[in-house]
């Protein structure tokens, strides 16, 4: 079983930044892709970015040149660079990892203000 500690949530005014981290822990076997996602209220979840361990990414059209992935692949750990934050980007993010099945994280809430 996959336990995915997520961390760096919080609050940001618009134009601001946050890093959000995510720790993987309790598999042997090799986690082929981590990455976020998010939901807003009333809204369905949505995918934000993915990384695979060979180093492929995958952004929303919405983020991109805004957020960065990155990965590091000996701690398990992925983390998301957010710049340039919109109020329209409030929402729960969600971290997740993929063996032969996803694992997802509790959610860390991320609230920017105009």
């Known amino acids: 079983q996959v336990r995915l500690v997520e961390s760096g949530g919080g609050l940001a005014q618009a134009g601001g930044s946050l890093r959000l981290s995510c720790a993987a822990s309790?598999?042997?076997?090799?986690?082929?892709?981590m990455g976020w996602h998010r939901q807003a209220p009333g809204k369905q979840r949505e995918l934000v970015a993915t990384?695979?361990?060979?180093?492929?990414?995958n952004y929303a059209g919405s983020v991109k040149g805004r957020f960065a992935i990155s990965r590091d692949n000996a701690k398990n750990t992925v983390y998301l660079q957010m710049d340039s934050l919109r109020p329209e980007d409030t929402a729960v993010y969600y971290c997740?990892?993929?063996?032969?099945?996803?694992?997802w994280g509790q959610g860390t809430q991320v609230t920017v203000s105009s």
């Open positions: 990384m695979t361990n060979d180093g492929r990414t």
């Open positions: 997740y990892a993929r063996t032969f099945t996803t694992y």
């Open positions: 309790g598999t042997s076997f090799t986690i082929s892709a």
